[in-house]
């Protein structure tokens, strides 16, 4: 079942509308992010025209060319391109990590002209805590996935250790890159980070000339990889999460009619198409990564957190009316009413503070 399908069994249409909204809010922010790096990135990486933002328009149209079609496209037919893009971005999170570290202990620059560690990072600086939280979850949410990810599997069950193991590694390479970046660029730290490496030289520029021309060959290929594959990443991930959007705005009109429908090659389309353009052309006119992420992690906070929760809590009262067995194959220690309830109320708190 799709979640907007859970919601509307369970809490009814006034919340299966909420999250169906919330649900919105947050994969047009996702997308629409994902399109702005792509633009950025490429602008200032492979320059077409040499003017900044004509490039950057000119790259959001050549992104919509790809993704677009691809939204198109089913999940079972871009296994391939998946893979191939999952083995590119872990090389990328290892190439991040690995160059970092060690620009962190050389006693020469490595990036630029910076030696070490910056000095203008602050051991504790409460300010900004609501907002780190809040992009925290934006970065970090995945679960409208799940169902479009899983319909192609035979066995669901099996499916729980996969989906446990993307998770954990999400977290725990986002946490790594996260303290070792802010550590060590400090307040030079770039909105889109990858940006950092546009000047990465890895100890071979001699500190006369440009640094992008007297650097080593390996430095060159090394800052390029990381500075395009962060954007050129996006390919891969937009029409996946356009596909879940169009399948849940599909569910939330359709109702039970959605199976037949997608049969439809003419409804399932105009979805997908509904799920994949708008954000792309918004990004043409707004592309501040900071702003985009910001207010879409509201309405991520909303989906990701609160919707959940209140789906965990209403589908155990209807559980418990109709005489039937609350727990499930995929309940956890969090799955507890109690764990709902003080989620809700962080996140109630983090929205506030936003």
């Avoid at 051991?123 to 169902?147: E, G, R, W």
């Avoid at 999400?170 to 770039?190: D, K, W, Y």
């Avoid at 937009?238 to 569910?251: H, R, W």
Wanted: aromatic share 12%; glycine share 6%; with cysteine.
């Amino acid at each position: 079942f799709e979640l907007s399908e859970l919601c509307r069994y369970f809490m009814g249409r006034k919340l299966r509308n909420f999250f169906t909204l919330t649900t919105m809010g947050d994969l047009f922010g996702l997308t629409w992010a994902l399109s702005a790096v792509f633009g950025s990135a490429l602008a200032d990486g492979i320059p077409i025209t040499g003017e900044s933002e004509e490039d950057y328009k000119y790259y959001i149209l050549i992104f919509m060319a790809i993704t677009v079609p691809l939204s198109c496209l089913p999940i079972s037919d871009q296994i391939v391109i998946q893979m191939l893009f999952l083995t590119a971005r872990l090389t990328m999170v290892v190439l991040m990590v690995v160059t970092t570290a060690v620009a962190y202990t050389s006693s020469s620059p490595h990036f630029g002209t910076q030696v070490g560690p910056a000095s203008d990072v602050p051991a504790v600086n409460l300010n900004s805590t609501i907002s780190t939280l809040v992009l925290c979850v934006f970065s970090t949410a995945f679960q409208f996935s799940v169902p479009s990810l899983t319909n192609e599997t035979g066995n669901k069950q099996k499916m729980v250790p996969v989906i446990s193991s993307s998770v954990s590694f999400v977290f725990i390479s986002n946490l790594i890159l996260g303290l070792l970046l802010a550590s060590f660029f400090g307040l030079a730290t770039n909105e889109s980070s990858s940006l950092n490496w546009v000047d990465y030289h890895g100890g071979t520029w001699d500190g006369e000339g440009d640094i992008r021309e007297s650097r080593a060959w390996w430095a060159t290929m090394i800052s390029q990889y990381i500075v395009l594959f962060a954007a050129i990443d996006g390919l891969a991930i937009y029409p996946l999460v356009a596909i879940s959007l169009g399948e849940i705005m599909m569910s939330s009109m359709y109702e039970d009619r959605t199976h037949e429908m997608e049969e439809n090659w003419k409804v399932r389309t105009l979805f997908r198409l509904l799920a994949s353009v708008p954000q792309a052309i918004g990004s043409i006119f707004l592309s501040d990564l900071g702003v985009i992420a910001k207010y879409a992690g509201i309405f991520t906070l909303l989906s990701y957190s609160v919707c959940p929760c209140l789906l965990n809590i209403f589908g155990r009262r209807k559980m418990e009316a109709e005489e039937l067995a609350e727990d499930t194959f995929y309940q956890t220690a969090f799955s507890s009413p109690g764990c709902s309830w003080a989620l809700i109320a962080i996140s109630s708190f983090l929205i506030i503070g936003v």
